[in-house]
């Protein structure tokens, strides 16, 4: 059973930044993917970015240029480097990984941009 430990997000002002930490620990078939998805307020859950064990990443089109997804494979961690923030970045932030097949998500983190 993998446990993912989310950290970061919070409030922040139009045009601010924000990084995002993931933390995998009980990996047992080595985690392949590390990424995050977001729900908005009345929105369904949109994939934001994700980055592959061998270093390849996907972005969505609408943070494409201002977030950056970083990971370090020996620790099973990953970043998500947000910047030039606006209000529809606003949302819960879920880390999600997948050990072999098996796909976990986090609990989520709030993410508030005001202007």
């Known amino acids: 059973q993998v446990h993912l430990e989310e950290s970061g997000g919070g409030l922040v002002r139009t045009g601010g930044s924000l990084r995002l930490s993931c933390a995998a620990t009980?990996?047992?078939?080595?985690?392949?993917?590390m990424g995050w998805y977001r729900q908005a307020p009345g929105k369904d859950r949109a994939m934001v970015a994700s980055?592959?064990?061998?270093?390849?990443?996907r972005y969505a089109a609408f943070v494409e240029g201002r977030f950056t997804i970083a990971r370090d494979s020996a620790k099973d961690t990953a970043d998500l480097q947000m910047s030039d923030l606006s209000a529809e970045d606003t949302g819960l932030y879920y880390c999600?990984?997948?050990?072999?097949?098996?796909?976990?998500w986090g609990e989520g983190s709030q993410e508030t941009v005001s202007a």
């Open positions: 980055i592959r064990d061998d270093g390849s990443t």
């Open positions: 999600t990984v997948k050990d072999g097949d098996m796909e976990y």
């Open positions: 009980g990996s047992r078939f080595g985690i392949n993917l």
